[in-house]
């Protein structure tokens, strides 16, 4: 038997009136890479919170054995002392400061307080070249691409001698060949004896690099198993899930009606450098009951498409036309497209999308005020009927709708964004990335609310890096490349490396 | 998500005063702060405090300072700040000054330039912070530099002043008795004046809140929306009733109901119900709150910060008239570091600097915590310097409080 790196037993953490972690055991071996899955809430990130001392000993049941000993570990400062070390999903690094750095903040490489620069430098590039990076060590952060940025987070953890990496959803804001180049990379540094832990909901990856694997669901360890045993992903997601997922696409049967809007010619400037054409020429059509899906790669210019067409969110010197329904449309700012009848869900409903710390019935009503008020004077009991409605309609688990929606999971924030955009009555609503961050069950119930749409007679325009995601939902997907559009399929025709190819070869 | 979030859910249910008071204690605590500092004073001045004449001198002194508060309250939620306030208000000052006293222009025509005048100076600045999305802090900082200057120059460095009677009236002036039985009551009361139409306000005024509290418990209940509990709402409600009756009271029998209090009264009023139950109101808040997702709900967020600004000048312009009227004369000097007192107000109040958060209610009340603080310590004879200190520990000690308790929460 291989040894142990990490025994985490019966580890349970209250807080008040819940119980976050039930008597969870975690067991990663030297030298292997050890995936945990769970749904978003089922208690992954606090169990990595008590390992790295966030919550300190004591302030938890069970006993965790780290190297062969009963360790108990008083913050990060002394987990990170024993080589324990997190990458968490957003990523802490300062972005007007070099590689370099970034790599020694906190860890300065001094004599008496003053850098050694060239020094600095110079460990920074090995650490670079193990990661698999060839920028400068003098590069601002700032000018990478978050798949660079991940790396660099890496290699800054190699800077403190890690022994045990960690990385909460490593892949979450990365593209696809970003992605691959980072589970690349933790193969590579497996071969080299280091002991991981990704915690992931991409069970492709988790397939890819686990050896073994731990799914967390409600507070419980509910199984652990080696991949070499043959474990499917259905047994996976089963567990997770605590049901069977056979189909995690709902059935559909499309109705599709007459055209709702169509765009053509379409051409964007990049909003800071005015000789940079970042949409070429793009033309699409949306019908009634129609969900269209548009394919590509992370910048592909979709999200700045989808923007520039709501209201001119995006760009510059920006031309083309929009119909709706045979009839040119006003969409020269946010009001006049709501008012043609569009409706933008953002891919960073974060930041975009909510005002956090505001109420759930704050956030659905601020889309189209005037129905809930009575000339200039709101009526609360209005907004909260309108909240209330939205709730059930859409299943928005939440004690009241006025709960604030930052203490909401990311599935239900979602459907606190899709009922805003509801709730101004659209035609045609634009969805980028609709299920990002957001776990298997809630997506599963995102994607019923999306067929609803449809049923209802709206278009859907629906923006997705996760192909099996577009396969499954639409009805008729293009294909964007650089600023242009490459293909249009109907689904039946579809495939991932149909897909693929027409990307690859454009 | 981690489960610490889910738990704030979860504890819904339990001890619900308990969590209610935690969730509001700001503004329970500002109220209560506000009634333990007059108490304090009220003590060690041996009850100079909330004599009759010293009310009155407390309200005016802090008039500009409250109308100014409702204007930057405003700024500060839609996420900006202006510290051009105090130069604002003594350039209008002294545009008032110059042209009654100097050109002897009517005074309602000179009023009215005033108001204009602090609508274009807002407008001036709220373009750059809007439509260029020049740091508010930079514009206005800038601002105040120039309307000192302008200020300056206009004076010629000189005091210009008395104002006509009529001028002064703005701010020392008081509302003429229309109520019968003023002369009746004074002998029966025993004091030496009564203004039969101060104290019936102050009974209205108590009546409306309790009548409006009891109504809206009543729509809540209904509508199923959470109120506070009963018991908070009694004492919160009959304090802040009794507080109304007990001051217009005071006011009566000294010379009535200051021009001023009822102008500072009724702005309160209107800026409360604007952003409190406008659709105007609520927009300032998103914008505040995330301006992406404003603009992205269709908010047309540049408009609303250039408007806030405007508004702002006008009040600013409201405060100087007032201001000059007070003192009057205008000098140089006026307004002079007074912006500062007015953000104070507004973060005592419970504002946050991010923007998003904060009430009108909130900034008056911290208005006058200030003014009281002021004019307790003047009365106990302590020095200026020692005035700074406090005043400065104060606001720290609100913004803790705030942050403490965002953190907790």
């Known amino acids: 038997m291989q040894d142990m790196l990490l025994d985490m037993r019966s580890i349970t953490k209250t807080f008040p009136g819940v119980k976050a972690l039930d008597n969870v055991s975690l067991q990663v071996k030297t030298g292997e890479i050890h995936a945990i899955c769970g749904e978003n809430g089922a208690g992954k990130s606090t169990l990595m ?29 002394d987990s990170e002392a024993r080589g324990i070390i ?59 691409g978050v798949g660079k940025q991940q790396l660099v987070e890496i290699a800054k953890a190699l800077a ?50 686990a050896d073994s694997v731990t799914v967390i669901r409600d507070g419980q360890s509910v199984s652990s198993f080696d991949t070499s045993d043959g474990i499917t992903e259905d047994r996976i997601v089963r567990d997770m899930v605590g049901r069977s997922m056979e189909n995690r696409y709902p059935e559909r049967t499309p109705e599709i009606g007459e055209r709702i809007m169509r765009v053509a010619d379409w051409s964007v400037y990049h909003p800071e450098h005015d000789d940079r054409q970042v949409i070429k020429d793009v033309g699409f059509d949306v019908r009634a009951g129609e969900v269209v899906g548009i394919a590509g790669l992370m910048g592909a210019g979709r999200t700045e498409l989808a923007m520039s067409i709501f209201g001119r969110s995006w760009g510059q010197n920006i031309s083309g036309t929009v119909e709706m329904h045979g009839q040119p449309a006003d969409v020269s700012d946010v009001s006049r497209a709501i008012a043609a009848g569009l409706a933008y869900v953002p891919e960073d409903r974060k930041s975009l999308g909510l005002i956090l710390d505001d109420s759930i019935t704050r956030n659905i009503t601020i889309s189209n005020l005037p129905d809930v008020a009575r000339g200039p004077v709101l009526n609360e009991h209005a907004e909260k009927r309108v909240a209330e409605k939205y709730r059930g309609d859409l299943g928005i688990r939440t004690p009241g709708v006025f709960q604030k929606v930052v203490n909401l999971s990311g599935g239900n924030q979602q459907k606190v964004v899709l009922s805003k955009w509801l709730f101004a009555g659209p035609e045609v609503l ?29 278009g859907v325009v629906m923006i997705s890096s996760e192909m099996p995601e577009l396969l499954g939902m639409c009805d008729r997907i293009y294909v964007m490349n650089e600023g242009a559009f490459v293909g249009e399929m109907p689904a039946s025709d579809a495939s991932q490396e149909r897909i693929m190819s027409l990307i690859v070869n454009n | ?93 002294a545009l008032a000054a110059v042209m009654v006293v100097n050109w002897e222009v009517p005074i309602a025509v000179t009023m009215a330039t005033c108001v204009v005048v602090g609508a274009l100076i807002g407008g001036a600045q709220g373009y750059w912070v809007a439509y260029w999305k020049i740091p508010s802090f930079i514009v206005t900082l800038a601002g105040m530099l120039v309307f000192r200057g302008l200020s300056l120059w206009l004076l010629e460095g000189q005091s210009v002043g008395p104002f006509p009677r009529e001028f002064q009236v703005i701010a020392t002036g008081f509302v003429p008795d229309v109520l019968p039985g003023g002369e009746a009551l004074k002998g029966v009361l025993g004091t030496r004046n009564f203004n039969v139409l101060a104290c019936a306000i102050g009974i209205i005024a108590a009546s409306w809140v309790v009548w409006s509290g009891l109504r809206k418990r009543a729509h809540n209940k209904a509508y199923g929306i959470e109120d506070e509990p009963r018991a908070f709402f009694v004492v919160r409600t009959a304090i802040i009733a009794l507080a109304l009756v007990f001051i217009l009271y005071k006011l009566a029998t000294f010379r009535g109901l200051p021009n001023v209090l009822l102008t500072m009264g009724v702005l309160t009023v209107v800026y409360a119900f604007i952003t409190e139950r406008t659709v105007l109101g609520r927009r300032i808040y998103a914008l505040g709150g995330n301006e992406k997702a404003a603009k992205l709900s269709g908010i047309k967020t540049e408009r609303l910060t250039f408007l806030a600004f405007v508004n702002m000048g006008i009040l600013a312009a409201i405060a100087g008239l007032v201001f000059a009227a007070r003192l009057n004369t205008a000098t140089p000097k006026a307004g002079f570091a007074l912006e500062l007192d007015v953000i104070a107000a507004v973060f005592i109040g419970g504002a946050s600097m991010s923007g998003g958060v904060g009430r009108i209610v909130g900034a008056v009340v911290g208005a006058f915590l200030m003014g009281v603080l002021n004019n307790g310590m003047s009365i106990m004879g302590i020095g200026i310097d020692y005035q700074q200190m406090i005043k400065g520990l104060v606001l720290l000690a609100a913004v803790i409080f705030d942050v403490y308790n965002k953190k907790k929460g």
């Open chain 1, 49 to 77: 919170k008590v390992l790295s001392g966030v919550y300190p000993a004591g302030s938890y049941d069970g006993e965790i054995h780290y190297d062969g000993a009963l360790t108990e570990m008083r913050d990060i400062a």
């Open chain 1, 86 to 144: 997190i990458i968490h999903q957003e990523l802490a690094l300062v972005p007007l400061l070099s590689i370099a750095e970034n790599l020694f903040l906190g860890n300065e490489n001094a004599r008496g307080g003053v850098i050694d620069w060239r020094d600095t430098n110079r460990r920074t590039e090995v650490l670079l070249r193990k990661v698999g990076l060839r920028d400068a060590p003098t590069t601002q952060v700032e000018k990478l």
């Open chain 1, 160 to 209: 403190k001698d890690v022994r045990l990496l960690i990385l909460d959803e490593p892949t979450s804001a990365l593209s696809e060949s970003d992605s691959q180049k980072l589970l690349d990379l933790m193969l590579e540094l497996k071969a080299q004896g280091m002991t991981q832990i990704i915690i992931s909901h991409k069970l492709n990856e988790v397939r890819r690099v």
């Open chain 1, 430 to 458: 634009i969805l980028d990335e609709p299920t990002r961050g957001i776990d298997v069950g809630a997506k599963y119930e995102i994607y019923g609310l999306i067929n609803d749409l449809a049923a209802a007679g709206k």
């Open chain 2, 1 to 93: 998500m981690s489960m610490a979030e889910d738990t704030n859910q979860k504890a819904g249910g339990s001890g619900r005063l308990a969590e209610y008071l935690t969730a509001h204690l700001r503004e329970y605590g500002l109220l209560f702060a506000l009634i333990a500092i007059m108490a304090f004073f009220q003590v060690v001045t041996s009850g100079t405090l909330l004599r009759p004449i010293n009310l009155t001198n407390l309200l005016l002194q802090n008039s500009y300072i409250v109308i100014m508060a409702l204007g930057m309250l405003i700024v500060i939620v839609a996420g900006h700040i202006d510290l051009s306030v105090g130069s604002v208000m003594g350039f209008v000052g």
